[in-house]
């Protein structure tokens, strides 16, 4: 037989906040987490699809930041930040470029 339980509304409405509370303290932790992630030249080679060499120089060149471990050779880290960073850059850059394309296609149309 099953049996009705009564709830106050109130106390309805408590629990839901402290689940509320709960999740936005996991999603702060995962957050948290990733910014101290931290990835060899290899592994973010890897994640990016590209050749070591390549990664290397882009850290190099200081186009992706990264911690050296000794000096300003040998190994280094690259945090997750500073490939996500990396990423929105890149992104960023393929939007002005096919706005520059649309404005060379409509000026070359005007010329025409």
């Known amino acids: 037989m099953e049996g009705v339980a009564l ?18 303290e996991v999603k702060r932790l995962r957050e948290q987490e990733e910014n101290l992630k ?10 990016l699809s590209l050749h070591y060499n390549s990664v290397r120089k882009l850290v190099l060149s200081r186009k992706l930041f990264a911690k050296f471990l ?11 930040w500073a490939i996500k960073e990396y990423l929105h850059k890149q992104e960023e ?11 060379l296609k409509e000026f070359k149309d005007i010329q025409k």
Do not use: F, W
């Open 38 to 47: 931290a990835y060899s030249i290899q592994q973010t080679a890897d994640l």
């Open 93 to 103: 850059r393929k939007k002005q470029m096919q706005k520059s394309k649309t404005t």
């Open 70 to 80: 000794e000096g300003e050779s040998g190994k280094c880290t690259i945090p997750a």
């Open 7 to 24: 709830i106050k509304t109130s106390e309805l409405t408590e629990l839901l906040n402290e689940i509320k509370s709960v999740k936005e």
